[in-house]
């Protein structure tokens, strides 16, 4: 039995199949172990630019069993708010603290003069500014992560030095997904990853991130067993950021399914979200996003080409949710998961990069590999995604990664747990990024102030003790490279700077027009002025420096050498 055991482990540790391991495991379940410690376990999970809608629980045709039974034993939050960027966005879930105050004002590849040196500008998660791995780990819990870190790349600004036990961390914003360690662009043609802190300078052959990420957390996990402690895992999915990949085993489960195009999935998307309950027909849809030709107008071989990237990026979906399947059953064979809280986001909005508006770091890079067809999805192949899967993914918002608008900043979250009150509810209520950080601090039993954070416990919503958090007057900020948004209660202002649109406030109430396609600045005056007041209040208490002049593309720091 002992050697059966062993074997299943290791399996466990490997990519494998997820329904034979569950049956296994049952055979072979050690006995319930005599529970002395009490507080809960954290598993918090990060996609990486993937849309609003690209789950089944808020409206996808993407088979996802795993996130549909989360849902339907936790909390669904429809009016959860990220960033428009990864490290922004990473930097707040890390910290509980606005982007502005934790180091990441600006994305660190880009910056403007009046910028740079300034507090809250450094380009990397601030010393000052403790992590919840850190606060954790003072509190008697062990720390395990995988993936994507992007707020560092130095030993010192790793997750080794800020508070995890056990990481294999990736520093880029984005790269390969195999073991080939291509980079994102041509100032970074290859990746940095560490393990515990030192310089990983190969991976293992079959590597693939979301499975090896994944056995990575499940074997930090077994290495930290014999403290005792609850764990906090964090796993950072790179998937389904560009370059768009996906390993031959997976590669056509898709195979057919978007040859008719984005127009006809975005009305049947649409058309689910309705059903579900997400969202009514009295509310607004963004129509098909200017520059986006029409399905019909495209040519025969631009339509194939176009419907195999949405062919990989699906199946890249459904590669993580079935991964996160695989870590499940881990936790359920050891008896933890029924003491696990498990908190699902995505970083921010899809991305919008295809060939044609793609930086040219990141075009002229990309068009140096194989990305015939045959070879998409594949190693040595870098295929970027398409603007109009981009607006299928963010049904029914107006807008993609990088922008304020709700597609750039509005995405899925789920948080399942034992002690959800009333599971497969569907939350309407405002929460934000930085909401995650005081919410575990205080399911973990641990005293804080609320003003160490810049956002709020939700646990009242877990547990279906309010119907809010914030009060009529709070906000909830975003900006980045001079792009705002400032929301309040219903209504938001969005104001995007020249030459993306005049440098005006925009204005609308999302109850009614959850796409922002009706400016209302000029019918409610008052309103405006209110969110201008509470735009200023967000400048600031968050340290925001609006840009003057243009934003630099900075030369990437040497990598590091230990």
């Known amino acids: 039995m002992k050697l059966i055991t062993r074997l299943l482990i290791l399996c466990m540790l490997a990519a494998g199949g997820v329904s034979c391991q569950r049956e296994a495991l049952e055979a072979t379940k050690p006995a319930e172990p005599s529970a002395i410690e009490t507080r809960p376990n954290f598993l918090l999970v990060v996609v990486d630019d993937m849309g609003f809608a690209d789950i089944e629980p808020f409206g996808s045709e993407i088979e996802t069993p795993t996130l549909t039974r989360l849902a339907e034993n936790g909390v669904m939050f429809t009016s959860f708010y990220a960033a428009p960027t990864c490290s922004p966005a990473r930097a707040m879930l890390m910290s509980g603290m606005d982007n502005h105050i934790a180091g990441i004002g ?8 009046n910028q740079m040196g300034l507090p809250g500008y450094e380009g990397h998660l601030r010393e000052e ?8 780990s003072e509190h008697g819990y062990r720390t395990v992560m995988a993936g994507k870190w992007h707020l560092g790349m130095k030993r010192e600004l790793s997750p080794g030095a800020r508070g995890f036990d056990h990481a294999l961390s990736f520093s880029f914003g984005g790269g390969s997904h195999y073991s080939d360690l291509l980079g994102p662009d041509l100032h970074r043609p290859k990746l940095l990853y560490r ?12 590597f693939y991130s979301t499975t090896s990420f994944t056995s990575e957390v499940i074997a930090g996990l077994e290495s930290t067993a014999h403290t005792g402690k609850p764990f906090f ?3 950072a999915f ?13 590669a056509d489960a898709f195979a057919g399914r978007y040859d008719q195009g984005y127009d006809i999935l975005w009305q049947e998307r649409l058309t689910k979200q309705r059903e579900l309950g997400l969202f009514d027909e009295a509310q607004s849809s963004a129509p098909r996003p200017e520059g986006v030709p029409a399905w019909d107008e495209l040519d025969v071989e631009s339509q194939r080409r176009s419907s195999r990237v949405m062919e990989i990026y699906a199946g890249m979906i459904q590669k993580l949710d079935t991964e996160l399947d695989r870590l499940l059953a881990y936790l359920e064979f050891k008896h933890l998961a029924k003491d696990t809280v498990v908190i699902f986001i995505s ?3 899809a991305d919008s990069w295809d060939a044609g508006h793609a930086p040219p770091a990141v075009r002229d890079h990309a068009v140096t590999f194989d990305n015939r067809y045959e070879n998409m999805g594949r190693p040595g192949s870098f295929t970027l995604f398409d603007r109009g899967w981009g607006w299928v993914s963010s049904t029914p918002f107006r807008g993609y990664k990088g922008s304020t608008f709700e597609g750039g900043i509005r995405v899925p979250a789920i948080i399942s747990s034992a002690d959800i009150s009333s599971p497969g509810r569907i939350s309407t209520e405002t929460v934000s990024i930085t909401d995650f950080a005081p919410t575990i601090m205080e399911l973990a039993d641990i005293p804080f102030e609320e003003s160490q954070f810049s956002g709020r416990s939700i646990t009242r919503l877990m547990k279906n003790e309010s119907d809010s958090v ?12 001079g792009r705002r948004a400032i929301k309040v209660g219903n209504w938001k202002a969005v104001r995007m700077p020249k030459p993306l649109s005049d440098d005006r406030w925009l204005l609308f109430d999302l109850d009614a027009d959850p796409a922002e396609q009706n400016n209302l600045a000029e019918d409610e005056p008052e309103t405006l002025a209110k969110l201008e ?16 002049g243009p934003f630099r593309i900075l030369p990437p720091e040497p990598l590091p050498t230990d």
């Open 129 to 136: 500014v403790p992590t919840i791995a850190e606060r954790l």
């Open 195 to 206: 393990k515990n802190g030192l310089l990983s300078p190969q991976l293992e052959d079959d």
């Open 238 to 250: 790179t998937a389904p950021h560009w370059p768009l990949q996906l390993p031959s085993n997976d």
């Open 347 to 349: 970083d921010n909005g």
């Open 470 to 481: 914030r009060s009529d007057g709070d906000y909830v900020g975003v900006e980045i490279w």
């Open 106 to 113: 600006n994305m660190a590849e880009t910056v403007a003069d």
């Open 533 to 548: 007041a509470a735009w200023e209040r967000y400048v600031a208490e968050n340290n925001v420096v609006l840009p003057e």
């Open 233 to 235: 895992a964090y796993l």
